[in-house]
């Protein structure tokens, strides 16, 4: 084997050169995470293809003394050197790369400038060599000889190592795998291979040294490229924390190999962060962000994890001993911001879900932990406005109940499960039926869901929008077949929740439903609760504008509840104002004189008004000599499934009270 090595050298180093070439080309293709990396591995690649063709055609012409052979030995020894000093600049360019890459440096430091110091003063030697003969010679037979001086060519290679060696150890904190295998390729086997050659003469020990390290280094830099591939698609490129992908392989990783009974998770969200981009801009937020995460990842242990899932979004895995100290940074964590040329400190707030792991729920993943988390920030945010809440057995129940519920009023509204119940409304001046209010109402296995159940999980989930329609219909059904049969009906109000007001065709959706039963609109009328609270006032406005125009009378819902109300009465035109049962229960005079006010301030602006609620004769006189005639309550009626308020459209007159 040995022999054959020796016998074929020439043409193996070809046949390197040539493989040097064909990673060049594939490292062309390949499109690299890092540019500057790509660039300098193909400048090793190439360079070192230049030394093993070059090392070939030295040997092969060695010794020929025709002019052919003159000239070849002459322009491949060159070449060889040069090449040898190019590779490990490129080397050294590869390293920069690496460093460059870590963030830490904005300009390249002048100490890595000076590695390019010796493959250019050897370059230089190199050149001087073709005068003097002080690296190599050749004989009159052309025949290749050591200069006195060979032993000094190696001497610039050996600078250029020790220099990139003494900066990686200066930035310990720096190195990682990809400086630690382009460092020792390219310095212990050259080297190594370099001590050789001194002793042994007539083999190519340190090109094919150079070949192999260039070879292993290409294999090495494409896993290296893929490895950061795919840390690129679990990392939040600004902050450098895991993103959800990488949270959640992480959390899997800590749940597989360590007691996750030990770790408590957490879903954060940082406050009043539009106050800081509105002072520091657009930059300084996303700035605060960047220090913000740094400041937290700090503060973590060994095997805790932190992520950021977007915007203001952040996740962590911590260990329970950790805990208490990790909630004081989220309820006060300072960093620093340049403002107008000064430093200045913010303190960052966040208010937090977070779920300590058990042993019953050892056996979750990631995902589940990113889930739990996120359903008790939600609860802290929207619901109990804490800065952290725990989701435990209890809570978590409460949030199974929920989302059965909406599961099954889901599948319910497909199944029409739902139906209107009709609320009569009292005209008090003759105690006849003037109206109905139609509610929502849903059996379920044979038995009525009260309305608390499920009314406030449907709004929450958004479903509520299709329920709204779905009674709409019905009542509309209702409401043509009563005309069909000769029964004369009354004005039903159909109640339209405020997640609607982010359709912009509400009110043309509306009109169509109506317009599809072929009914006159005066027996629809829609009501909107006074709660805006989700959509600007002028939403509000332009739905009431074109339900009016649509030929359909519009009510305000649950007047007096919301913070907005005066400004209601003055912006939007309502035909008619429905007066909240905490109004009519009053317990004072002051409350009855607020009562009387509201109901004047409806009059004067032409707004019909009706209370609800009402329960007690001494309601109904109080509410007509303020010249409130109109009533929906129990003391006259609850609501009536379909049957029984047809026997009241049969006979609309109530007994005296």
């Not at 310095?187 to 370099?194: D, N, Q, W």
């Not at 913010?346 to 589940?368: D, F, M, W």
């Not at 008619?576 to 509201?598: C, H, P, Q, R, W």
Request: hydrophobic residues 45%; neutral net charge.
């Amino acid at each position: 084997m040995v022999d054959f090595l020796l016998r074929y050298q020439n043409e193996i180093m070809f046949g390197c050169g040539i493989v040097n070439l064909m990673l060049a080309f594939f490292i062309i293709v390949i499109k690299f995470h890092s540019v500057r990396k790509q660039l300098a591995l193909l400048k090793i690649e190439l360079s070192v293809a230049v030394l093993a063709i070059g090392v070939s055609l030295t040997f092969h012409f060695d010794g020929d003394p025709s002019v052919l052979g003159f000239w070849v030995v002459r322009i491949s020894n060159f070449c060889v050197f040069v090449a040898l000093l190019t590779s490990l600049m490129f080397v050294g360019d590869y390293n920069v790369a690496l460093f460059m890459e870590s963030g830490k440096f904005e300009r390249l430091p002048k100490r890595l400038l000076m590695g390019y110091v010796g493959p250019i003063a050897g370059i230089s030697m190199v050149v001087i060599n073709q005068f003097t003969g002080i690296y190599y010679t050749f004989d009159e037979n052309n025949t290749y000889q050591r200069g006195p001086l060979f032993f000094v060519a190696f001497l610039f290679p050996f600078i250029t190592i020790v220099n990139l060696f003494s900066f990686a150890m200066s930035h310990r904190k720096l190195i990682n795998k990809s400086l630690v295998m382009s460092l020792a390729l390219f310095s212990t086997l050259p080297i190594v291979a370099g001590i050789i050659q001194l002793f042994v003469y007539g083999y190519p020990l340190i090109e094919f040294a150079s070949w192999l390290a260039s070879v292993t280094l290409f294999w090495f830099a494409l896993s290296d490229q893929n490895d950061e591939m795919s840390k690129a698609a679990n990392t939040d490129l600004y902050t450098g924390l895991v993103n959800t992908y990488g949270y959640i392989h992480e959390a899997d990783l800590i749940i597989k190999y360590h007691n996750i009974t030990n770790y408590t998770a957490f879903y954060f969200d940082i406050v009043r962060m539009s106050y800081v981009n509105n002072k520091y801009g657009k930059h300084g937020g996303d700035e605060a962000i960047r220090r913000y995460a740094n400041k937290l990842s700090e503060n973590l242990e060994k095997d805790e994890i932190l992520g950021r899932l977007g915007g203001n979004f952040f996740v962590a895995l911590i260990k329970k001993t950790n805990v208490e100290k990790f909630i004081e940074l989220l309820a006060d964590c300072p960093i620093e911001l340049e403002y107008h040329g000064k430093t200045e400190t913010i303190h960052l707030k966040a208010v937090a879900g977070a779920y300590e792991v058990t042993k019953k729920t050892h056996s979750l993943n990631g995902g589940q932990l990113i889930s739990y988390t996120a359903t008790a920030l939600a609860y802290a945010k929207n619901t109990v406005h804490k800065p952290i809440v725990y989701l435990d057995d209890q809570l978590q129940r409460e949030f199974d109940h929920i989302r059965e519920i909406e599961e099954k009023a889901v599948k319910g509204l497909r199944k029409k499960q739902f139906e209107p119940f009709y609320q009569p409304k009292i005209d008090t001046n003759g105690n006849i039926l003037c109206g109905a209010e139609a509610l929502a109402r849903w059996r379920y296995d044979g038995k009525l869901v009260p309305p608390c159940e499920f009314i406030p999980v449907m709004e929450k989930k958004g479903s509520i929008c299709d329920l709204d329609f779905y009674i709409l219909e019905q009542v509309c059904q209702d409401i043509k077949d009563w005309l069909e049969r000769g029964i004369e009906p009354v004005p039903v109000s159909v109640n339209f929740s405020r997640k609607n007001l982010g359709n912009p065709i509400l009110a043309e959706a509306i009109s169509k439903v109506v317009e599809k039963y072929e009914i006159p609109k005066k027996y629809i009328q829609i009501e909107v609760t006074e709660t805006i609270d989700e959509f600007p006032m002028s939403y509000l406005i332009g739905v009431v504008d074109a339900l009016q125009r649509y030929g359909m009378t519009v009510a305000i819902d649950d007047f007096g509840t919301g913070s907005s109300s005066i400004r209601l009465l003055k912006d939007v035109k309502f035909d008619v104002m429905k007066i909240d049962k905490s109004f009519v229960d009053y317990t004072n005079e002051k409350d009855k004189a607020l009562l009387g006010d509201i109901i004047a301030m409806a009059k004067n602006r032409d707004i019909s008004v009706i209370a609800e609620g009402v329960e007690d004769a001494g309601q109904v006189e109080s509410l007509k000599t303020m010249e409130c005639y109109a009533i929906q309550g129990y003391i006259f009626d609850k609501p009536l499934e379909k049957k029984e308020f047809e026997r009241r459209l049969a006979n609309k007159q109530y007994k005296p009270l």
